[in-house]
Every structure is written in structure tokens, then in C-alpha cells.
Nanobody, 125 residues
């Protein structure tokens, strides 16, 4: 079983940047496809980005494509989400998630087995 802990959230002005981290423990991270999701108040959890085990493949939601970058450092057991050009619509709790099955990058929350506790990102206008 892998445990995930997010960090790096905070308050930022529109147009600013943040870098989220997701540190894993309990199992080696390179056995998992990793994803980032977010959930705004009153809304369903939505897909943000995913990255393959070797980092050779990535996938992004259209709403963040060109602004956010997912990456991973398997030696450090950590996944990152670099967020640039933030706008108030990006305000949400951001979660990292791990998928230990298959090889395809998945974009539905129910397809991930392990979740972190989330980190709040607030973008002011």
C-alpha cells in the first residue's frame, strides 16, 4: 500500500505560479501511474493531469493544457505539478492519486486506488 502526501498549495494572485509536490511512502512510486485531480467547492472532482510510470507519457485536461506540467522523480518517490498562468477558476483542493493497474493513463477518479489528503490552492483575482 502506498501513502501519498501533497504539499505546495497556497494563495497566489492571478497569473502567478505554484508547484505542487506529492511524496509517496510505503511502496516504490515507479510501480504506479500517477495523476492529479482537483475539486472546487460544490463541484465534482475533476482530472487535471496524469503521467506514466517512466514519465514517457503525459495527459492533461484541456483546461490546463499549456499552463500546467506534470513530472515525476522516481528516485525521490515524488510527483510534481507545475502550475503557471493561474486564474481564479483554478481554485480548488488538489489531490494526487496512484493507479497500480494497467498501462493506460486514466482520467477518471474511480480508476485510481490510492489518494492523498489534498492541498488547497487559492487564486485571487
Amino acid at each position: 500500500q502506498v501513502q501519498l502526501v501533497e504539499s505546495g498549495g497556497g494563495l497566489v494572485q492571478a497569473g502567478g505560479s505554484l508547484r505542487l509536490s506529492c511524496a509517496a511512502s510505503g511502496r516504490t512510486l515507479n510501480t504506479y501511474i500517477m495523476g492529479w485531480f482537483r475539486q472546487a467547492p460544490g463541484k465534482e472532482r475533476e482530472f487535471v493531469a496524469a503521467i506514466s510510470r517512466s514519465a514517457s507519457s503525459t495527459n492533461y485536461a484541456d483546461s490546463v493544457k499549456g499552463r500546467f506540467t506534470i513530472s515525476r522523480d522516481n528516485a525521490k518517490n515524488t510527483v510534481y505539478l507545475q502550475m503557471n498562468g493561474l486564474n481564479p477558476e483554478d481554485t480548488a483542493v488538489y489531490y494526487c492519486a496512484a493507479d497500480g493497474t494497467g498501462v493506460a493513463l486514466k482520467s477518471h477518479a474511480y480508476e485510481y486506488q490510492h489518494w492523498g489528503q489534498g492541498t488547497q490552492v487559492t487564486v485571487s483575482s
